[in-house]
């Protein structure tokens, strides 16, 4: 976790921006609805002292510029908001929205307060998936120093790609982190030549034998956003997203069902149906790197 300083400096608060998407009637007025919410949460609180400590301190990287400052720039409606947490903790949220290959995502990071005016961050999430340090820090880089979170080159470019798989858990995540997170898992054991550790039923991830650190995923959750797609899309559904499978082939050695695979920047991923055209059952992602 990053420790981090108070600092007194300049303040501000940037625009509230409303997108009303298409849709129902009714969920697009209940999402209006929330975003009025939160935007008065965060005018009621943005003069809040806790609030105040945080926009106001700095990283001890970057001594010379303010958390706020520094999110107004990279963030896109920003909105602050205090609460004491359910172990009476001191807890300041701060959601924005940012962009990558034109496609809206929201990040989450709420910092805990301690006595001597210091904090530190002590969740990440990107739409709602908690994110582990690794990916935290990558995106504070990508905050403080300018990466380019669509230029592949850039240090941060792994954050980029975790938004669009939906795991709670990305690649370079440690065992220890996911089974702190998800509790025992239902499955460990060797499959397709790796070893693989499933948490309920549903969420499977690859690990490196030596480092147990995540390599890739099968995920049969059919609540994961995988690219666009989802677990019961059919092939056709799928390509009209991914683009034609690069192979299609029956399986009878392991699985004994249907599969078509796709590539995705450094991904190989593997949709698997019990039927041929049929909906999918499960899907096998491995990086490439």
């Known amino acids: 976790m990053l420790t981090l300083k108070n600092m007194l400096g300049p303040t501000f608060i940037g625009s509230f921006l409303l997108l009303a998407g298409c849709g129902e009637l009714e969920e697009t007025t209940k999402n209006t609805v929330n975003d009025l919410e939160d935007v008065v949460q965060s005018e009621l609180t943005k003069d809040e002292p806790h609030v105040l400590t945080v926009k106001d301190g700095s990283l001890d990287d970057y001594p010379d510029i ?60 990107f739409n709602d998936l908690p994110q582990n340090e690794f990916y935290s820090n990558g995106l504070l880089i990508s905050i403080f120093e300018g990466e380019d979170l669509e230029n592949p080159e850039s240090s941060n470019y792994e954050v980029a790609v975790a938004s669009e798989i939906g795991t709670p858990f990305q690649i370079g995540a440690t065992l220890d982190e996911l089974t702190s997170y998800y509790g ?7 499959y397709m ?46 390509s009209a997203i991914l683009s034609d499978p690069v192979d299609s082939y029956f399986d009878d050695i392991e699985g004994q069902d ?6 995705h920047e450094n991904y190989n991923i593997s949709y698997s149906s019990e039927e041929e055209n049929g909906p999918t059952s499960s899907v096998i992602i491995m990086s490439e790197e």
């Open 258 to 263: 249907y599969v078509n695979i796709y590539y």
């Open 193 to 238: 030549g790796g070893r693989l550790v499933v948490f309920n039923d549903e969420d499977g991830y690859f690990f490196d034998e030596e480092t147990e650190i995540v390599y890739g995923f099968m995920i049969s959750n059919p609540d994961i956003d995988i690219l666009g797609t989802y677990i019961g899309m059919t092939p056709e559904e799928i």
């Open 66 to 125: 303010t958390i706020d400052e520094a999110f107004n720039a990279f963030f896109s409606s920003p909105t602050w908001e205090y609460f004491l947490s359910e172990e009476d903790e001191d807890i300041v949220e701060f959601t924005g929205g940012f962009m990558y290959e034109d496609v809206d995502a929201e990040a989450t990071i709420q910092f805990q307060l301690h006595e001597d005016d210091r904090f530190e961050i002590v969740y990440t999430a």
């Open 184 to 190: 025992d898992p239902s499955y460990d054991d060797y």
